[in-house]
């Protein structure tokens, strides 16, 4: 029986593991995807401390290497269930079931989507929720993204560099994101901003986004259009089990604890103010300093 199992390996996860590798734990790494998690999606970082504009696939892979360096046991599986049976935790993946003492739950968060008729038939046709992913798919092209936060600003300014236009669609009348990004964009020539706006309908020709009609009329041609509307955490899995609040996120107190005595959460999963790499790595390191003194000294 492993000490610790952690179920995802964005940088909450893989923080945790880090952690907890050199605390001595028997510890084990899963994830469904691959390790750096929504890393993969962001084109630039420049908010992490030490590291200078660096590429979230180029971060993800030095994660990977950290792993390895640190010999740190780890898997590709998607869990598909967490059972409680007394002290002993039951993950259970696609394969198999894995048994811990204890287990952090760091399985981040997905995209929200507006919800119109044929956006999911036009998934990877026009509509994307990564603009680091399928930018290229877009040179020269306008697209159009949606969206008031850091997010919505920091790929649209991504997509800048690439496309022909970049329409920015807020329904409100400023941006949520930070200051220093939204000055970016108010300064880039390609970029358009259009406010008060909402998306009413995608025009598609041969399964394919040709344009959009806007709430108040407008019609864009644009070739794609990037959602960054929020993001739901990925908890579906753990719905049976009483930790969630109302709106799926799991519930912590201040060690990172749920309700369930030996299940732990962290990172974009867990609700809390700020949603960014530090906070999750900040988590990570709370939690394992908890479990660590339970295994070690109890
Ligand atoms: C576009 C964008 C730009 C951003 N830019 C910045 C930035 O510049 N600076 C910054 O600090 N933050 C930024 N953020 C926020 C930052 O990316 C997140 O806060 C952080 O990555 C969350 O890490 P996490 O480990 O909690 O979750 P994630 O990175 O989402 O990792 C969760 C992992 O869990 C795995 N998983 C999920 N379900 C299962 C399952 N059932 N079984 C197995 N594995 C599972 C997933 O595959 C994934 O790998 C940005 C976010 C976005 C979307």
Redesign the pocket.
Same mark, same amino acid.
């Given at each position: 029986m492993y000490d610790l199992i952690i179920? #995802? $390996?964005?940088?909450?996860?893989? @923080?945790a593991g880090i952690y907890a590798k050199r605390a001595n734990l028997n510890v084990l790494l899963?994830?469904?995807?691959?390790?750096? #998690? $929504?890393?993969?999606?962001?084109e @630039?970082?420049?908010?992490?401390p030490g590291l200078i504009n660096i590429n979230?696939a180029d971060f993800s892979q030095k994660l990977l290497e950290q792993i390895k360096d640190l010999e740190i046991p780890y898997q590709f599986?998607?869990?598909?269930d967490l059972k409680i049976q007394g002290d002993e935790k039951i993950v259970v993946?696609k394969n198999e079931e894995l048994r811990a003492k204890y287990v952090i739950i760091?399985?981040?968060?997905k995209?929200k989507f507006l919800g119109l008729d044929n956006e999911k038939d036009l998934l990877g046709r026009g509509i994307s929720t990564?603009?680091?992913c399928d930018g290229a798919f877009y040179k020269d092209k306008d697209v159009a993204v949606v969206g008031s936060g850091?997010?919505a600003l920091?790929?649209s300014l991504y997509l800048a560099k690439i496309c022909h236009k970049v329409y920015i669609l807020n329904r409100k009348d400023r941006f949520k994101g930070e200051k220093y990004l939204e000055t970016k964009v108010r300064n880039t020539k390609n970029m358009e901003i259009i406010c008060n706006v909402n998306i009413k309908e995608y025009n598609e020709v041969n399964g394919k986004i040709e344009s959009i009609i806007l709430d108040n009329e407008q019609k864009l041609d644009v070739a794609g259009v990037f959602i960054?509307i929020g993001?739901k955490p990925?908890t579906e899995?753990f719905n049976n089990l009483n930790i969630l609040d109302e709106q799926s996120y799991i519930k912590v107190n201040e060690k990172y604890e749920t309700e369930i005595d030996g299940v732990y959460a962290?990172?974009?999963?867990i609700k809390k103010d700020v949603?960014?790499?530090?906070?999750?790595a900040n988590?990570?390191i709370y939690a394992i300093s908890n479990i660590s003194k339970k295994v070690l000294y109890i």
């Open positions: 179920i #995802g $390996m964005g940088i909450g996860g893989v @923080t899963i994830d469904k995807g691959a390790v750096g #998690g $929504m890393l993969n999606n962001i @630039t970082i420049s908010n992490y979230g599986s998607e869990v598909i993946t760091a399985t981040g968060t995209p990564c603009a680091t850091s997010s920091q790929e960054y993001y990925n899995i962290i990172g974009d999963v949603y960014q790499l530090v906070t999750a988590d990570a």
